[in-house]
């Protein structure tokens, strides 16, 4: 029996209703260019292989690949060793056809992997993962709400977040301390928030949320002065969790002309 390695956050799900359910959520149809992430020992491979022409999978855990390559469909079955924060999803495309992406994900790396992920997003159709539920609600929060934060707001240019079931820990080997979400993540075909800033966007967000319970003034002031905040319609006296993706957008604009504005009086 394979046991669950800690250090690659493994926790494999068994639960026969589950696992329909992610399947008939996925609904892959036999064309479709499908990479699994993580696939352990094959509870969601298997049942995908089952309606997919092929599948490609990255796995680091080489017990689990030399069960993966044992099993009856391993012809089409394609298992990629690696870290899947190292791995080129681009390289997985020989047509037009974009990837649909489906894992369950390991808590221990998932907002680095989620970032990777949205650094391949030219490559990706979709995308249906289970995280922590914790994280998802933070994924798919708006302004204003209990979970609202900076993930919240980096992931929003980038990806519209659905929240589709929760799965109990017993649905897991070994069972996790959290309840976890499936859900379904689409990279937005036309950003609805400017993403001419990125740089100045992560360092706008990290600076509010970093001290998240001063107001944008003082959480702000090394990178924008009270009246710069004000010259774009957002409120210094607010604070982060109230700022909306466009509203922290327009707030890197500014940055990012400051910037250029001190550029040329240097030059």
Not at 18 to 36: F, G, L, N, Q, W
Not at 154 to 178: C, N, Q, S, Y
Request: glycine content about 4%; aromatic content about 4%.
């Amino acid at each position: 029996m394979h046991i669950a390695r800690k250090r690659f956050g493994q926790h494999f799900l068994h639960d026969p209703n589950v696992i329909r359910r992610i399947v008939a959520a996925i609904d892959p149809k036999p064309s479709d260019r499908m990479v699994e992430i993580g696939p352990g020992l094959g509870a969601i491979t298997i049942p995908l292989l089952a309606r997919l022409d092929s599948l490609h999978a990255v796995e680091i855990d080489r017990d689990a690949i030399r069960h993966l390559r044992a099993l009856p469909e391993a012809d089409r079955l394609h298992v990629h060793e690696g870290d899947v924060l190292n791995f080129d999803l681009g390289s997985l495309r020989s047509d037009d056809r974009r990837l649909r992406v489906v894992g369950n994900l390991p808590y221990n790396i998932s907002t680095p992997l989620l970032f990777r992920l949205i650094e391949q997003r030219e490559h990706l159709l979709d995308l249906h993962v289970m995280l922590q539920k914790e994280v998802i609600e933070r994924m798919a929060a708006g302004p204003s709400t209990e979970h609202y934060g900076r993930l919240s707001v980096m992931l929003a240019p980038w990806l519209k977040v659905e929240p589709l079931f929760d799965i109990g820990p017993g649905a897991f080997r070994p069972a996790p301390r959290v309840v976890s979400n499936f859900a379904r993540l689409t990279p937005h075909a036309i950003p609805p928030i400017s993403t001419e800033n990125p740089r100045q966007y992560a360092a706008v967000v990290a600076a509010a949320f970093s001290q998240r319970r001063k107001t944008l003034r003082n959480a702000l002031k090394a990178l924008l002065s009270e009246a710069q905040i004000r010259s774009v319609e957002v409120d210094p006296s607010a604070r982060a969790e109230t700022i909306s993706p466009q509203q922290y957008a327009a707030l890197a604009a500014k940055l990012a002309q400051a910037a250029a504005n001190t550029a040329t009086e240097i030059t």
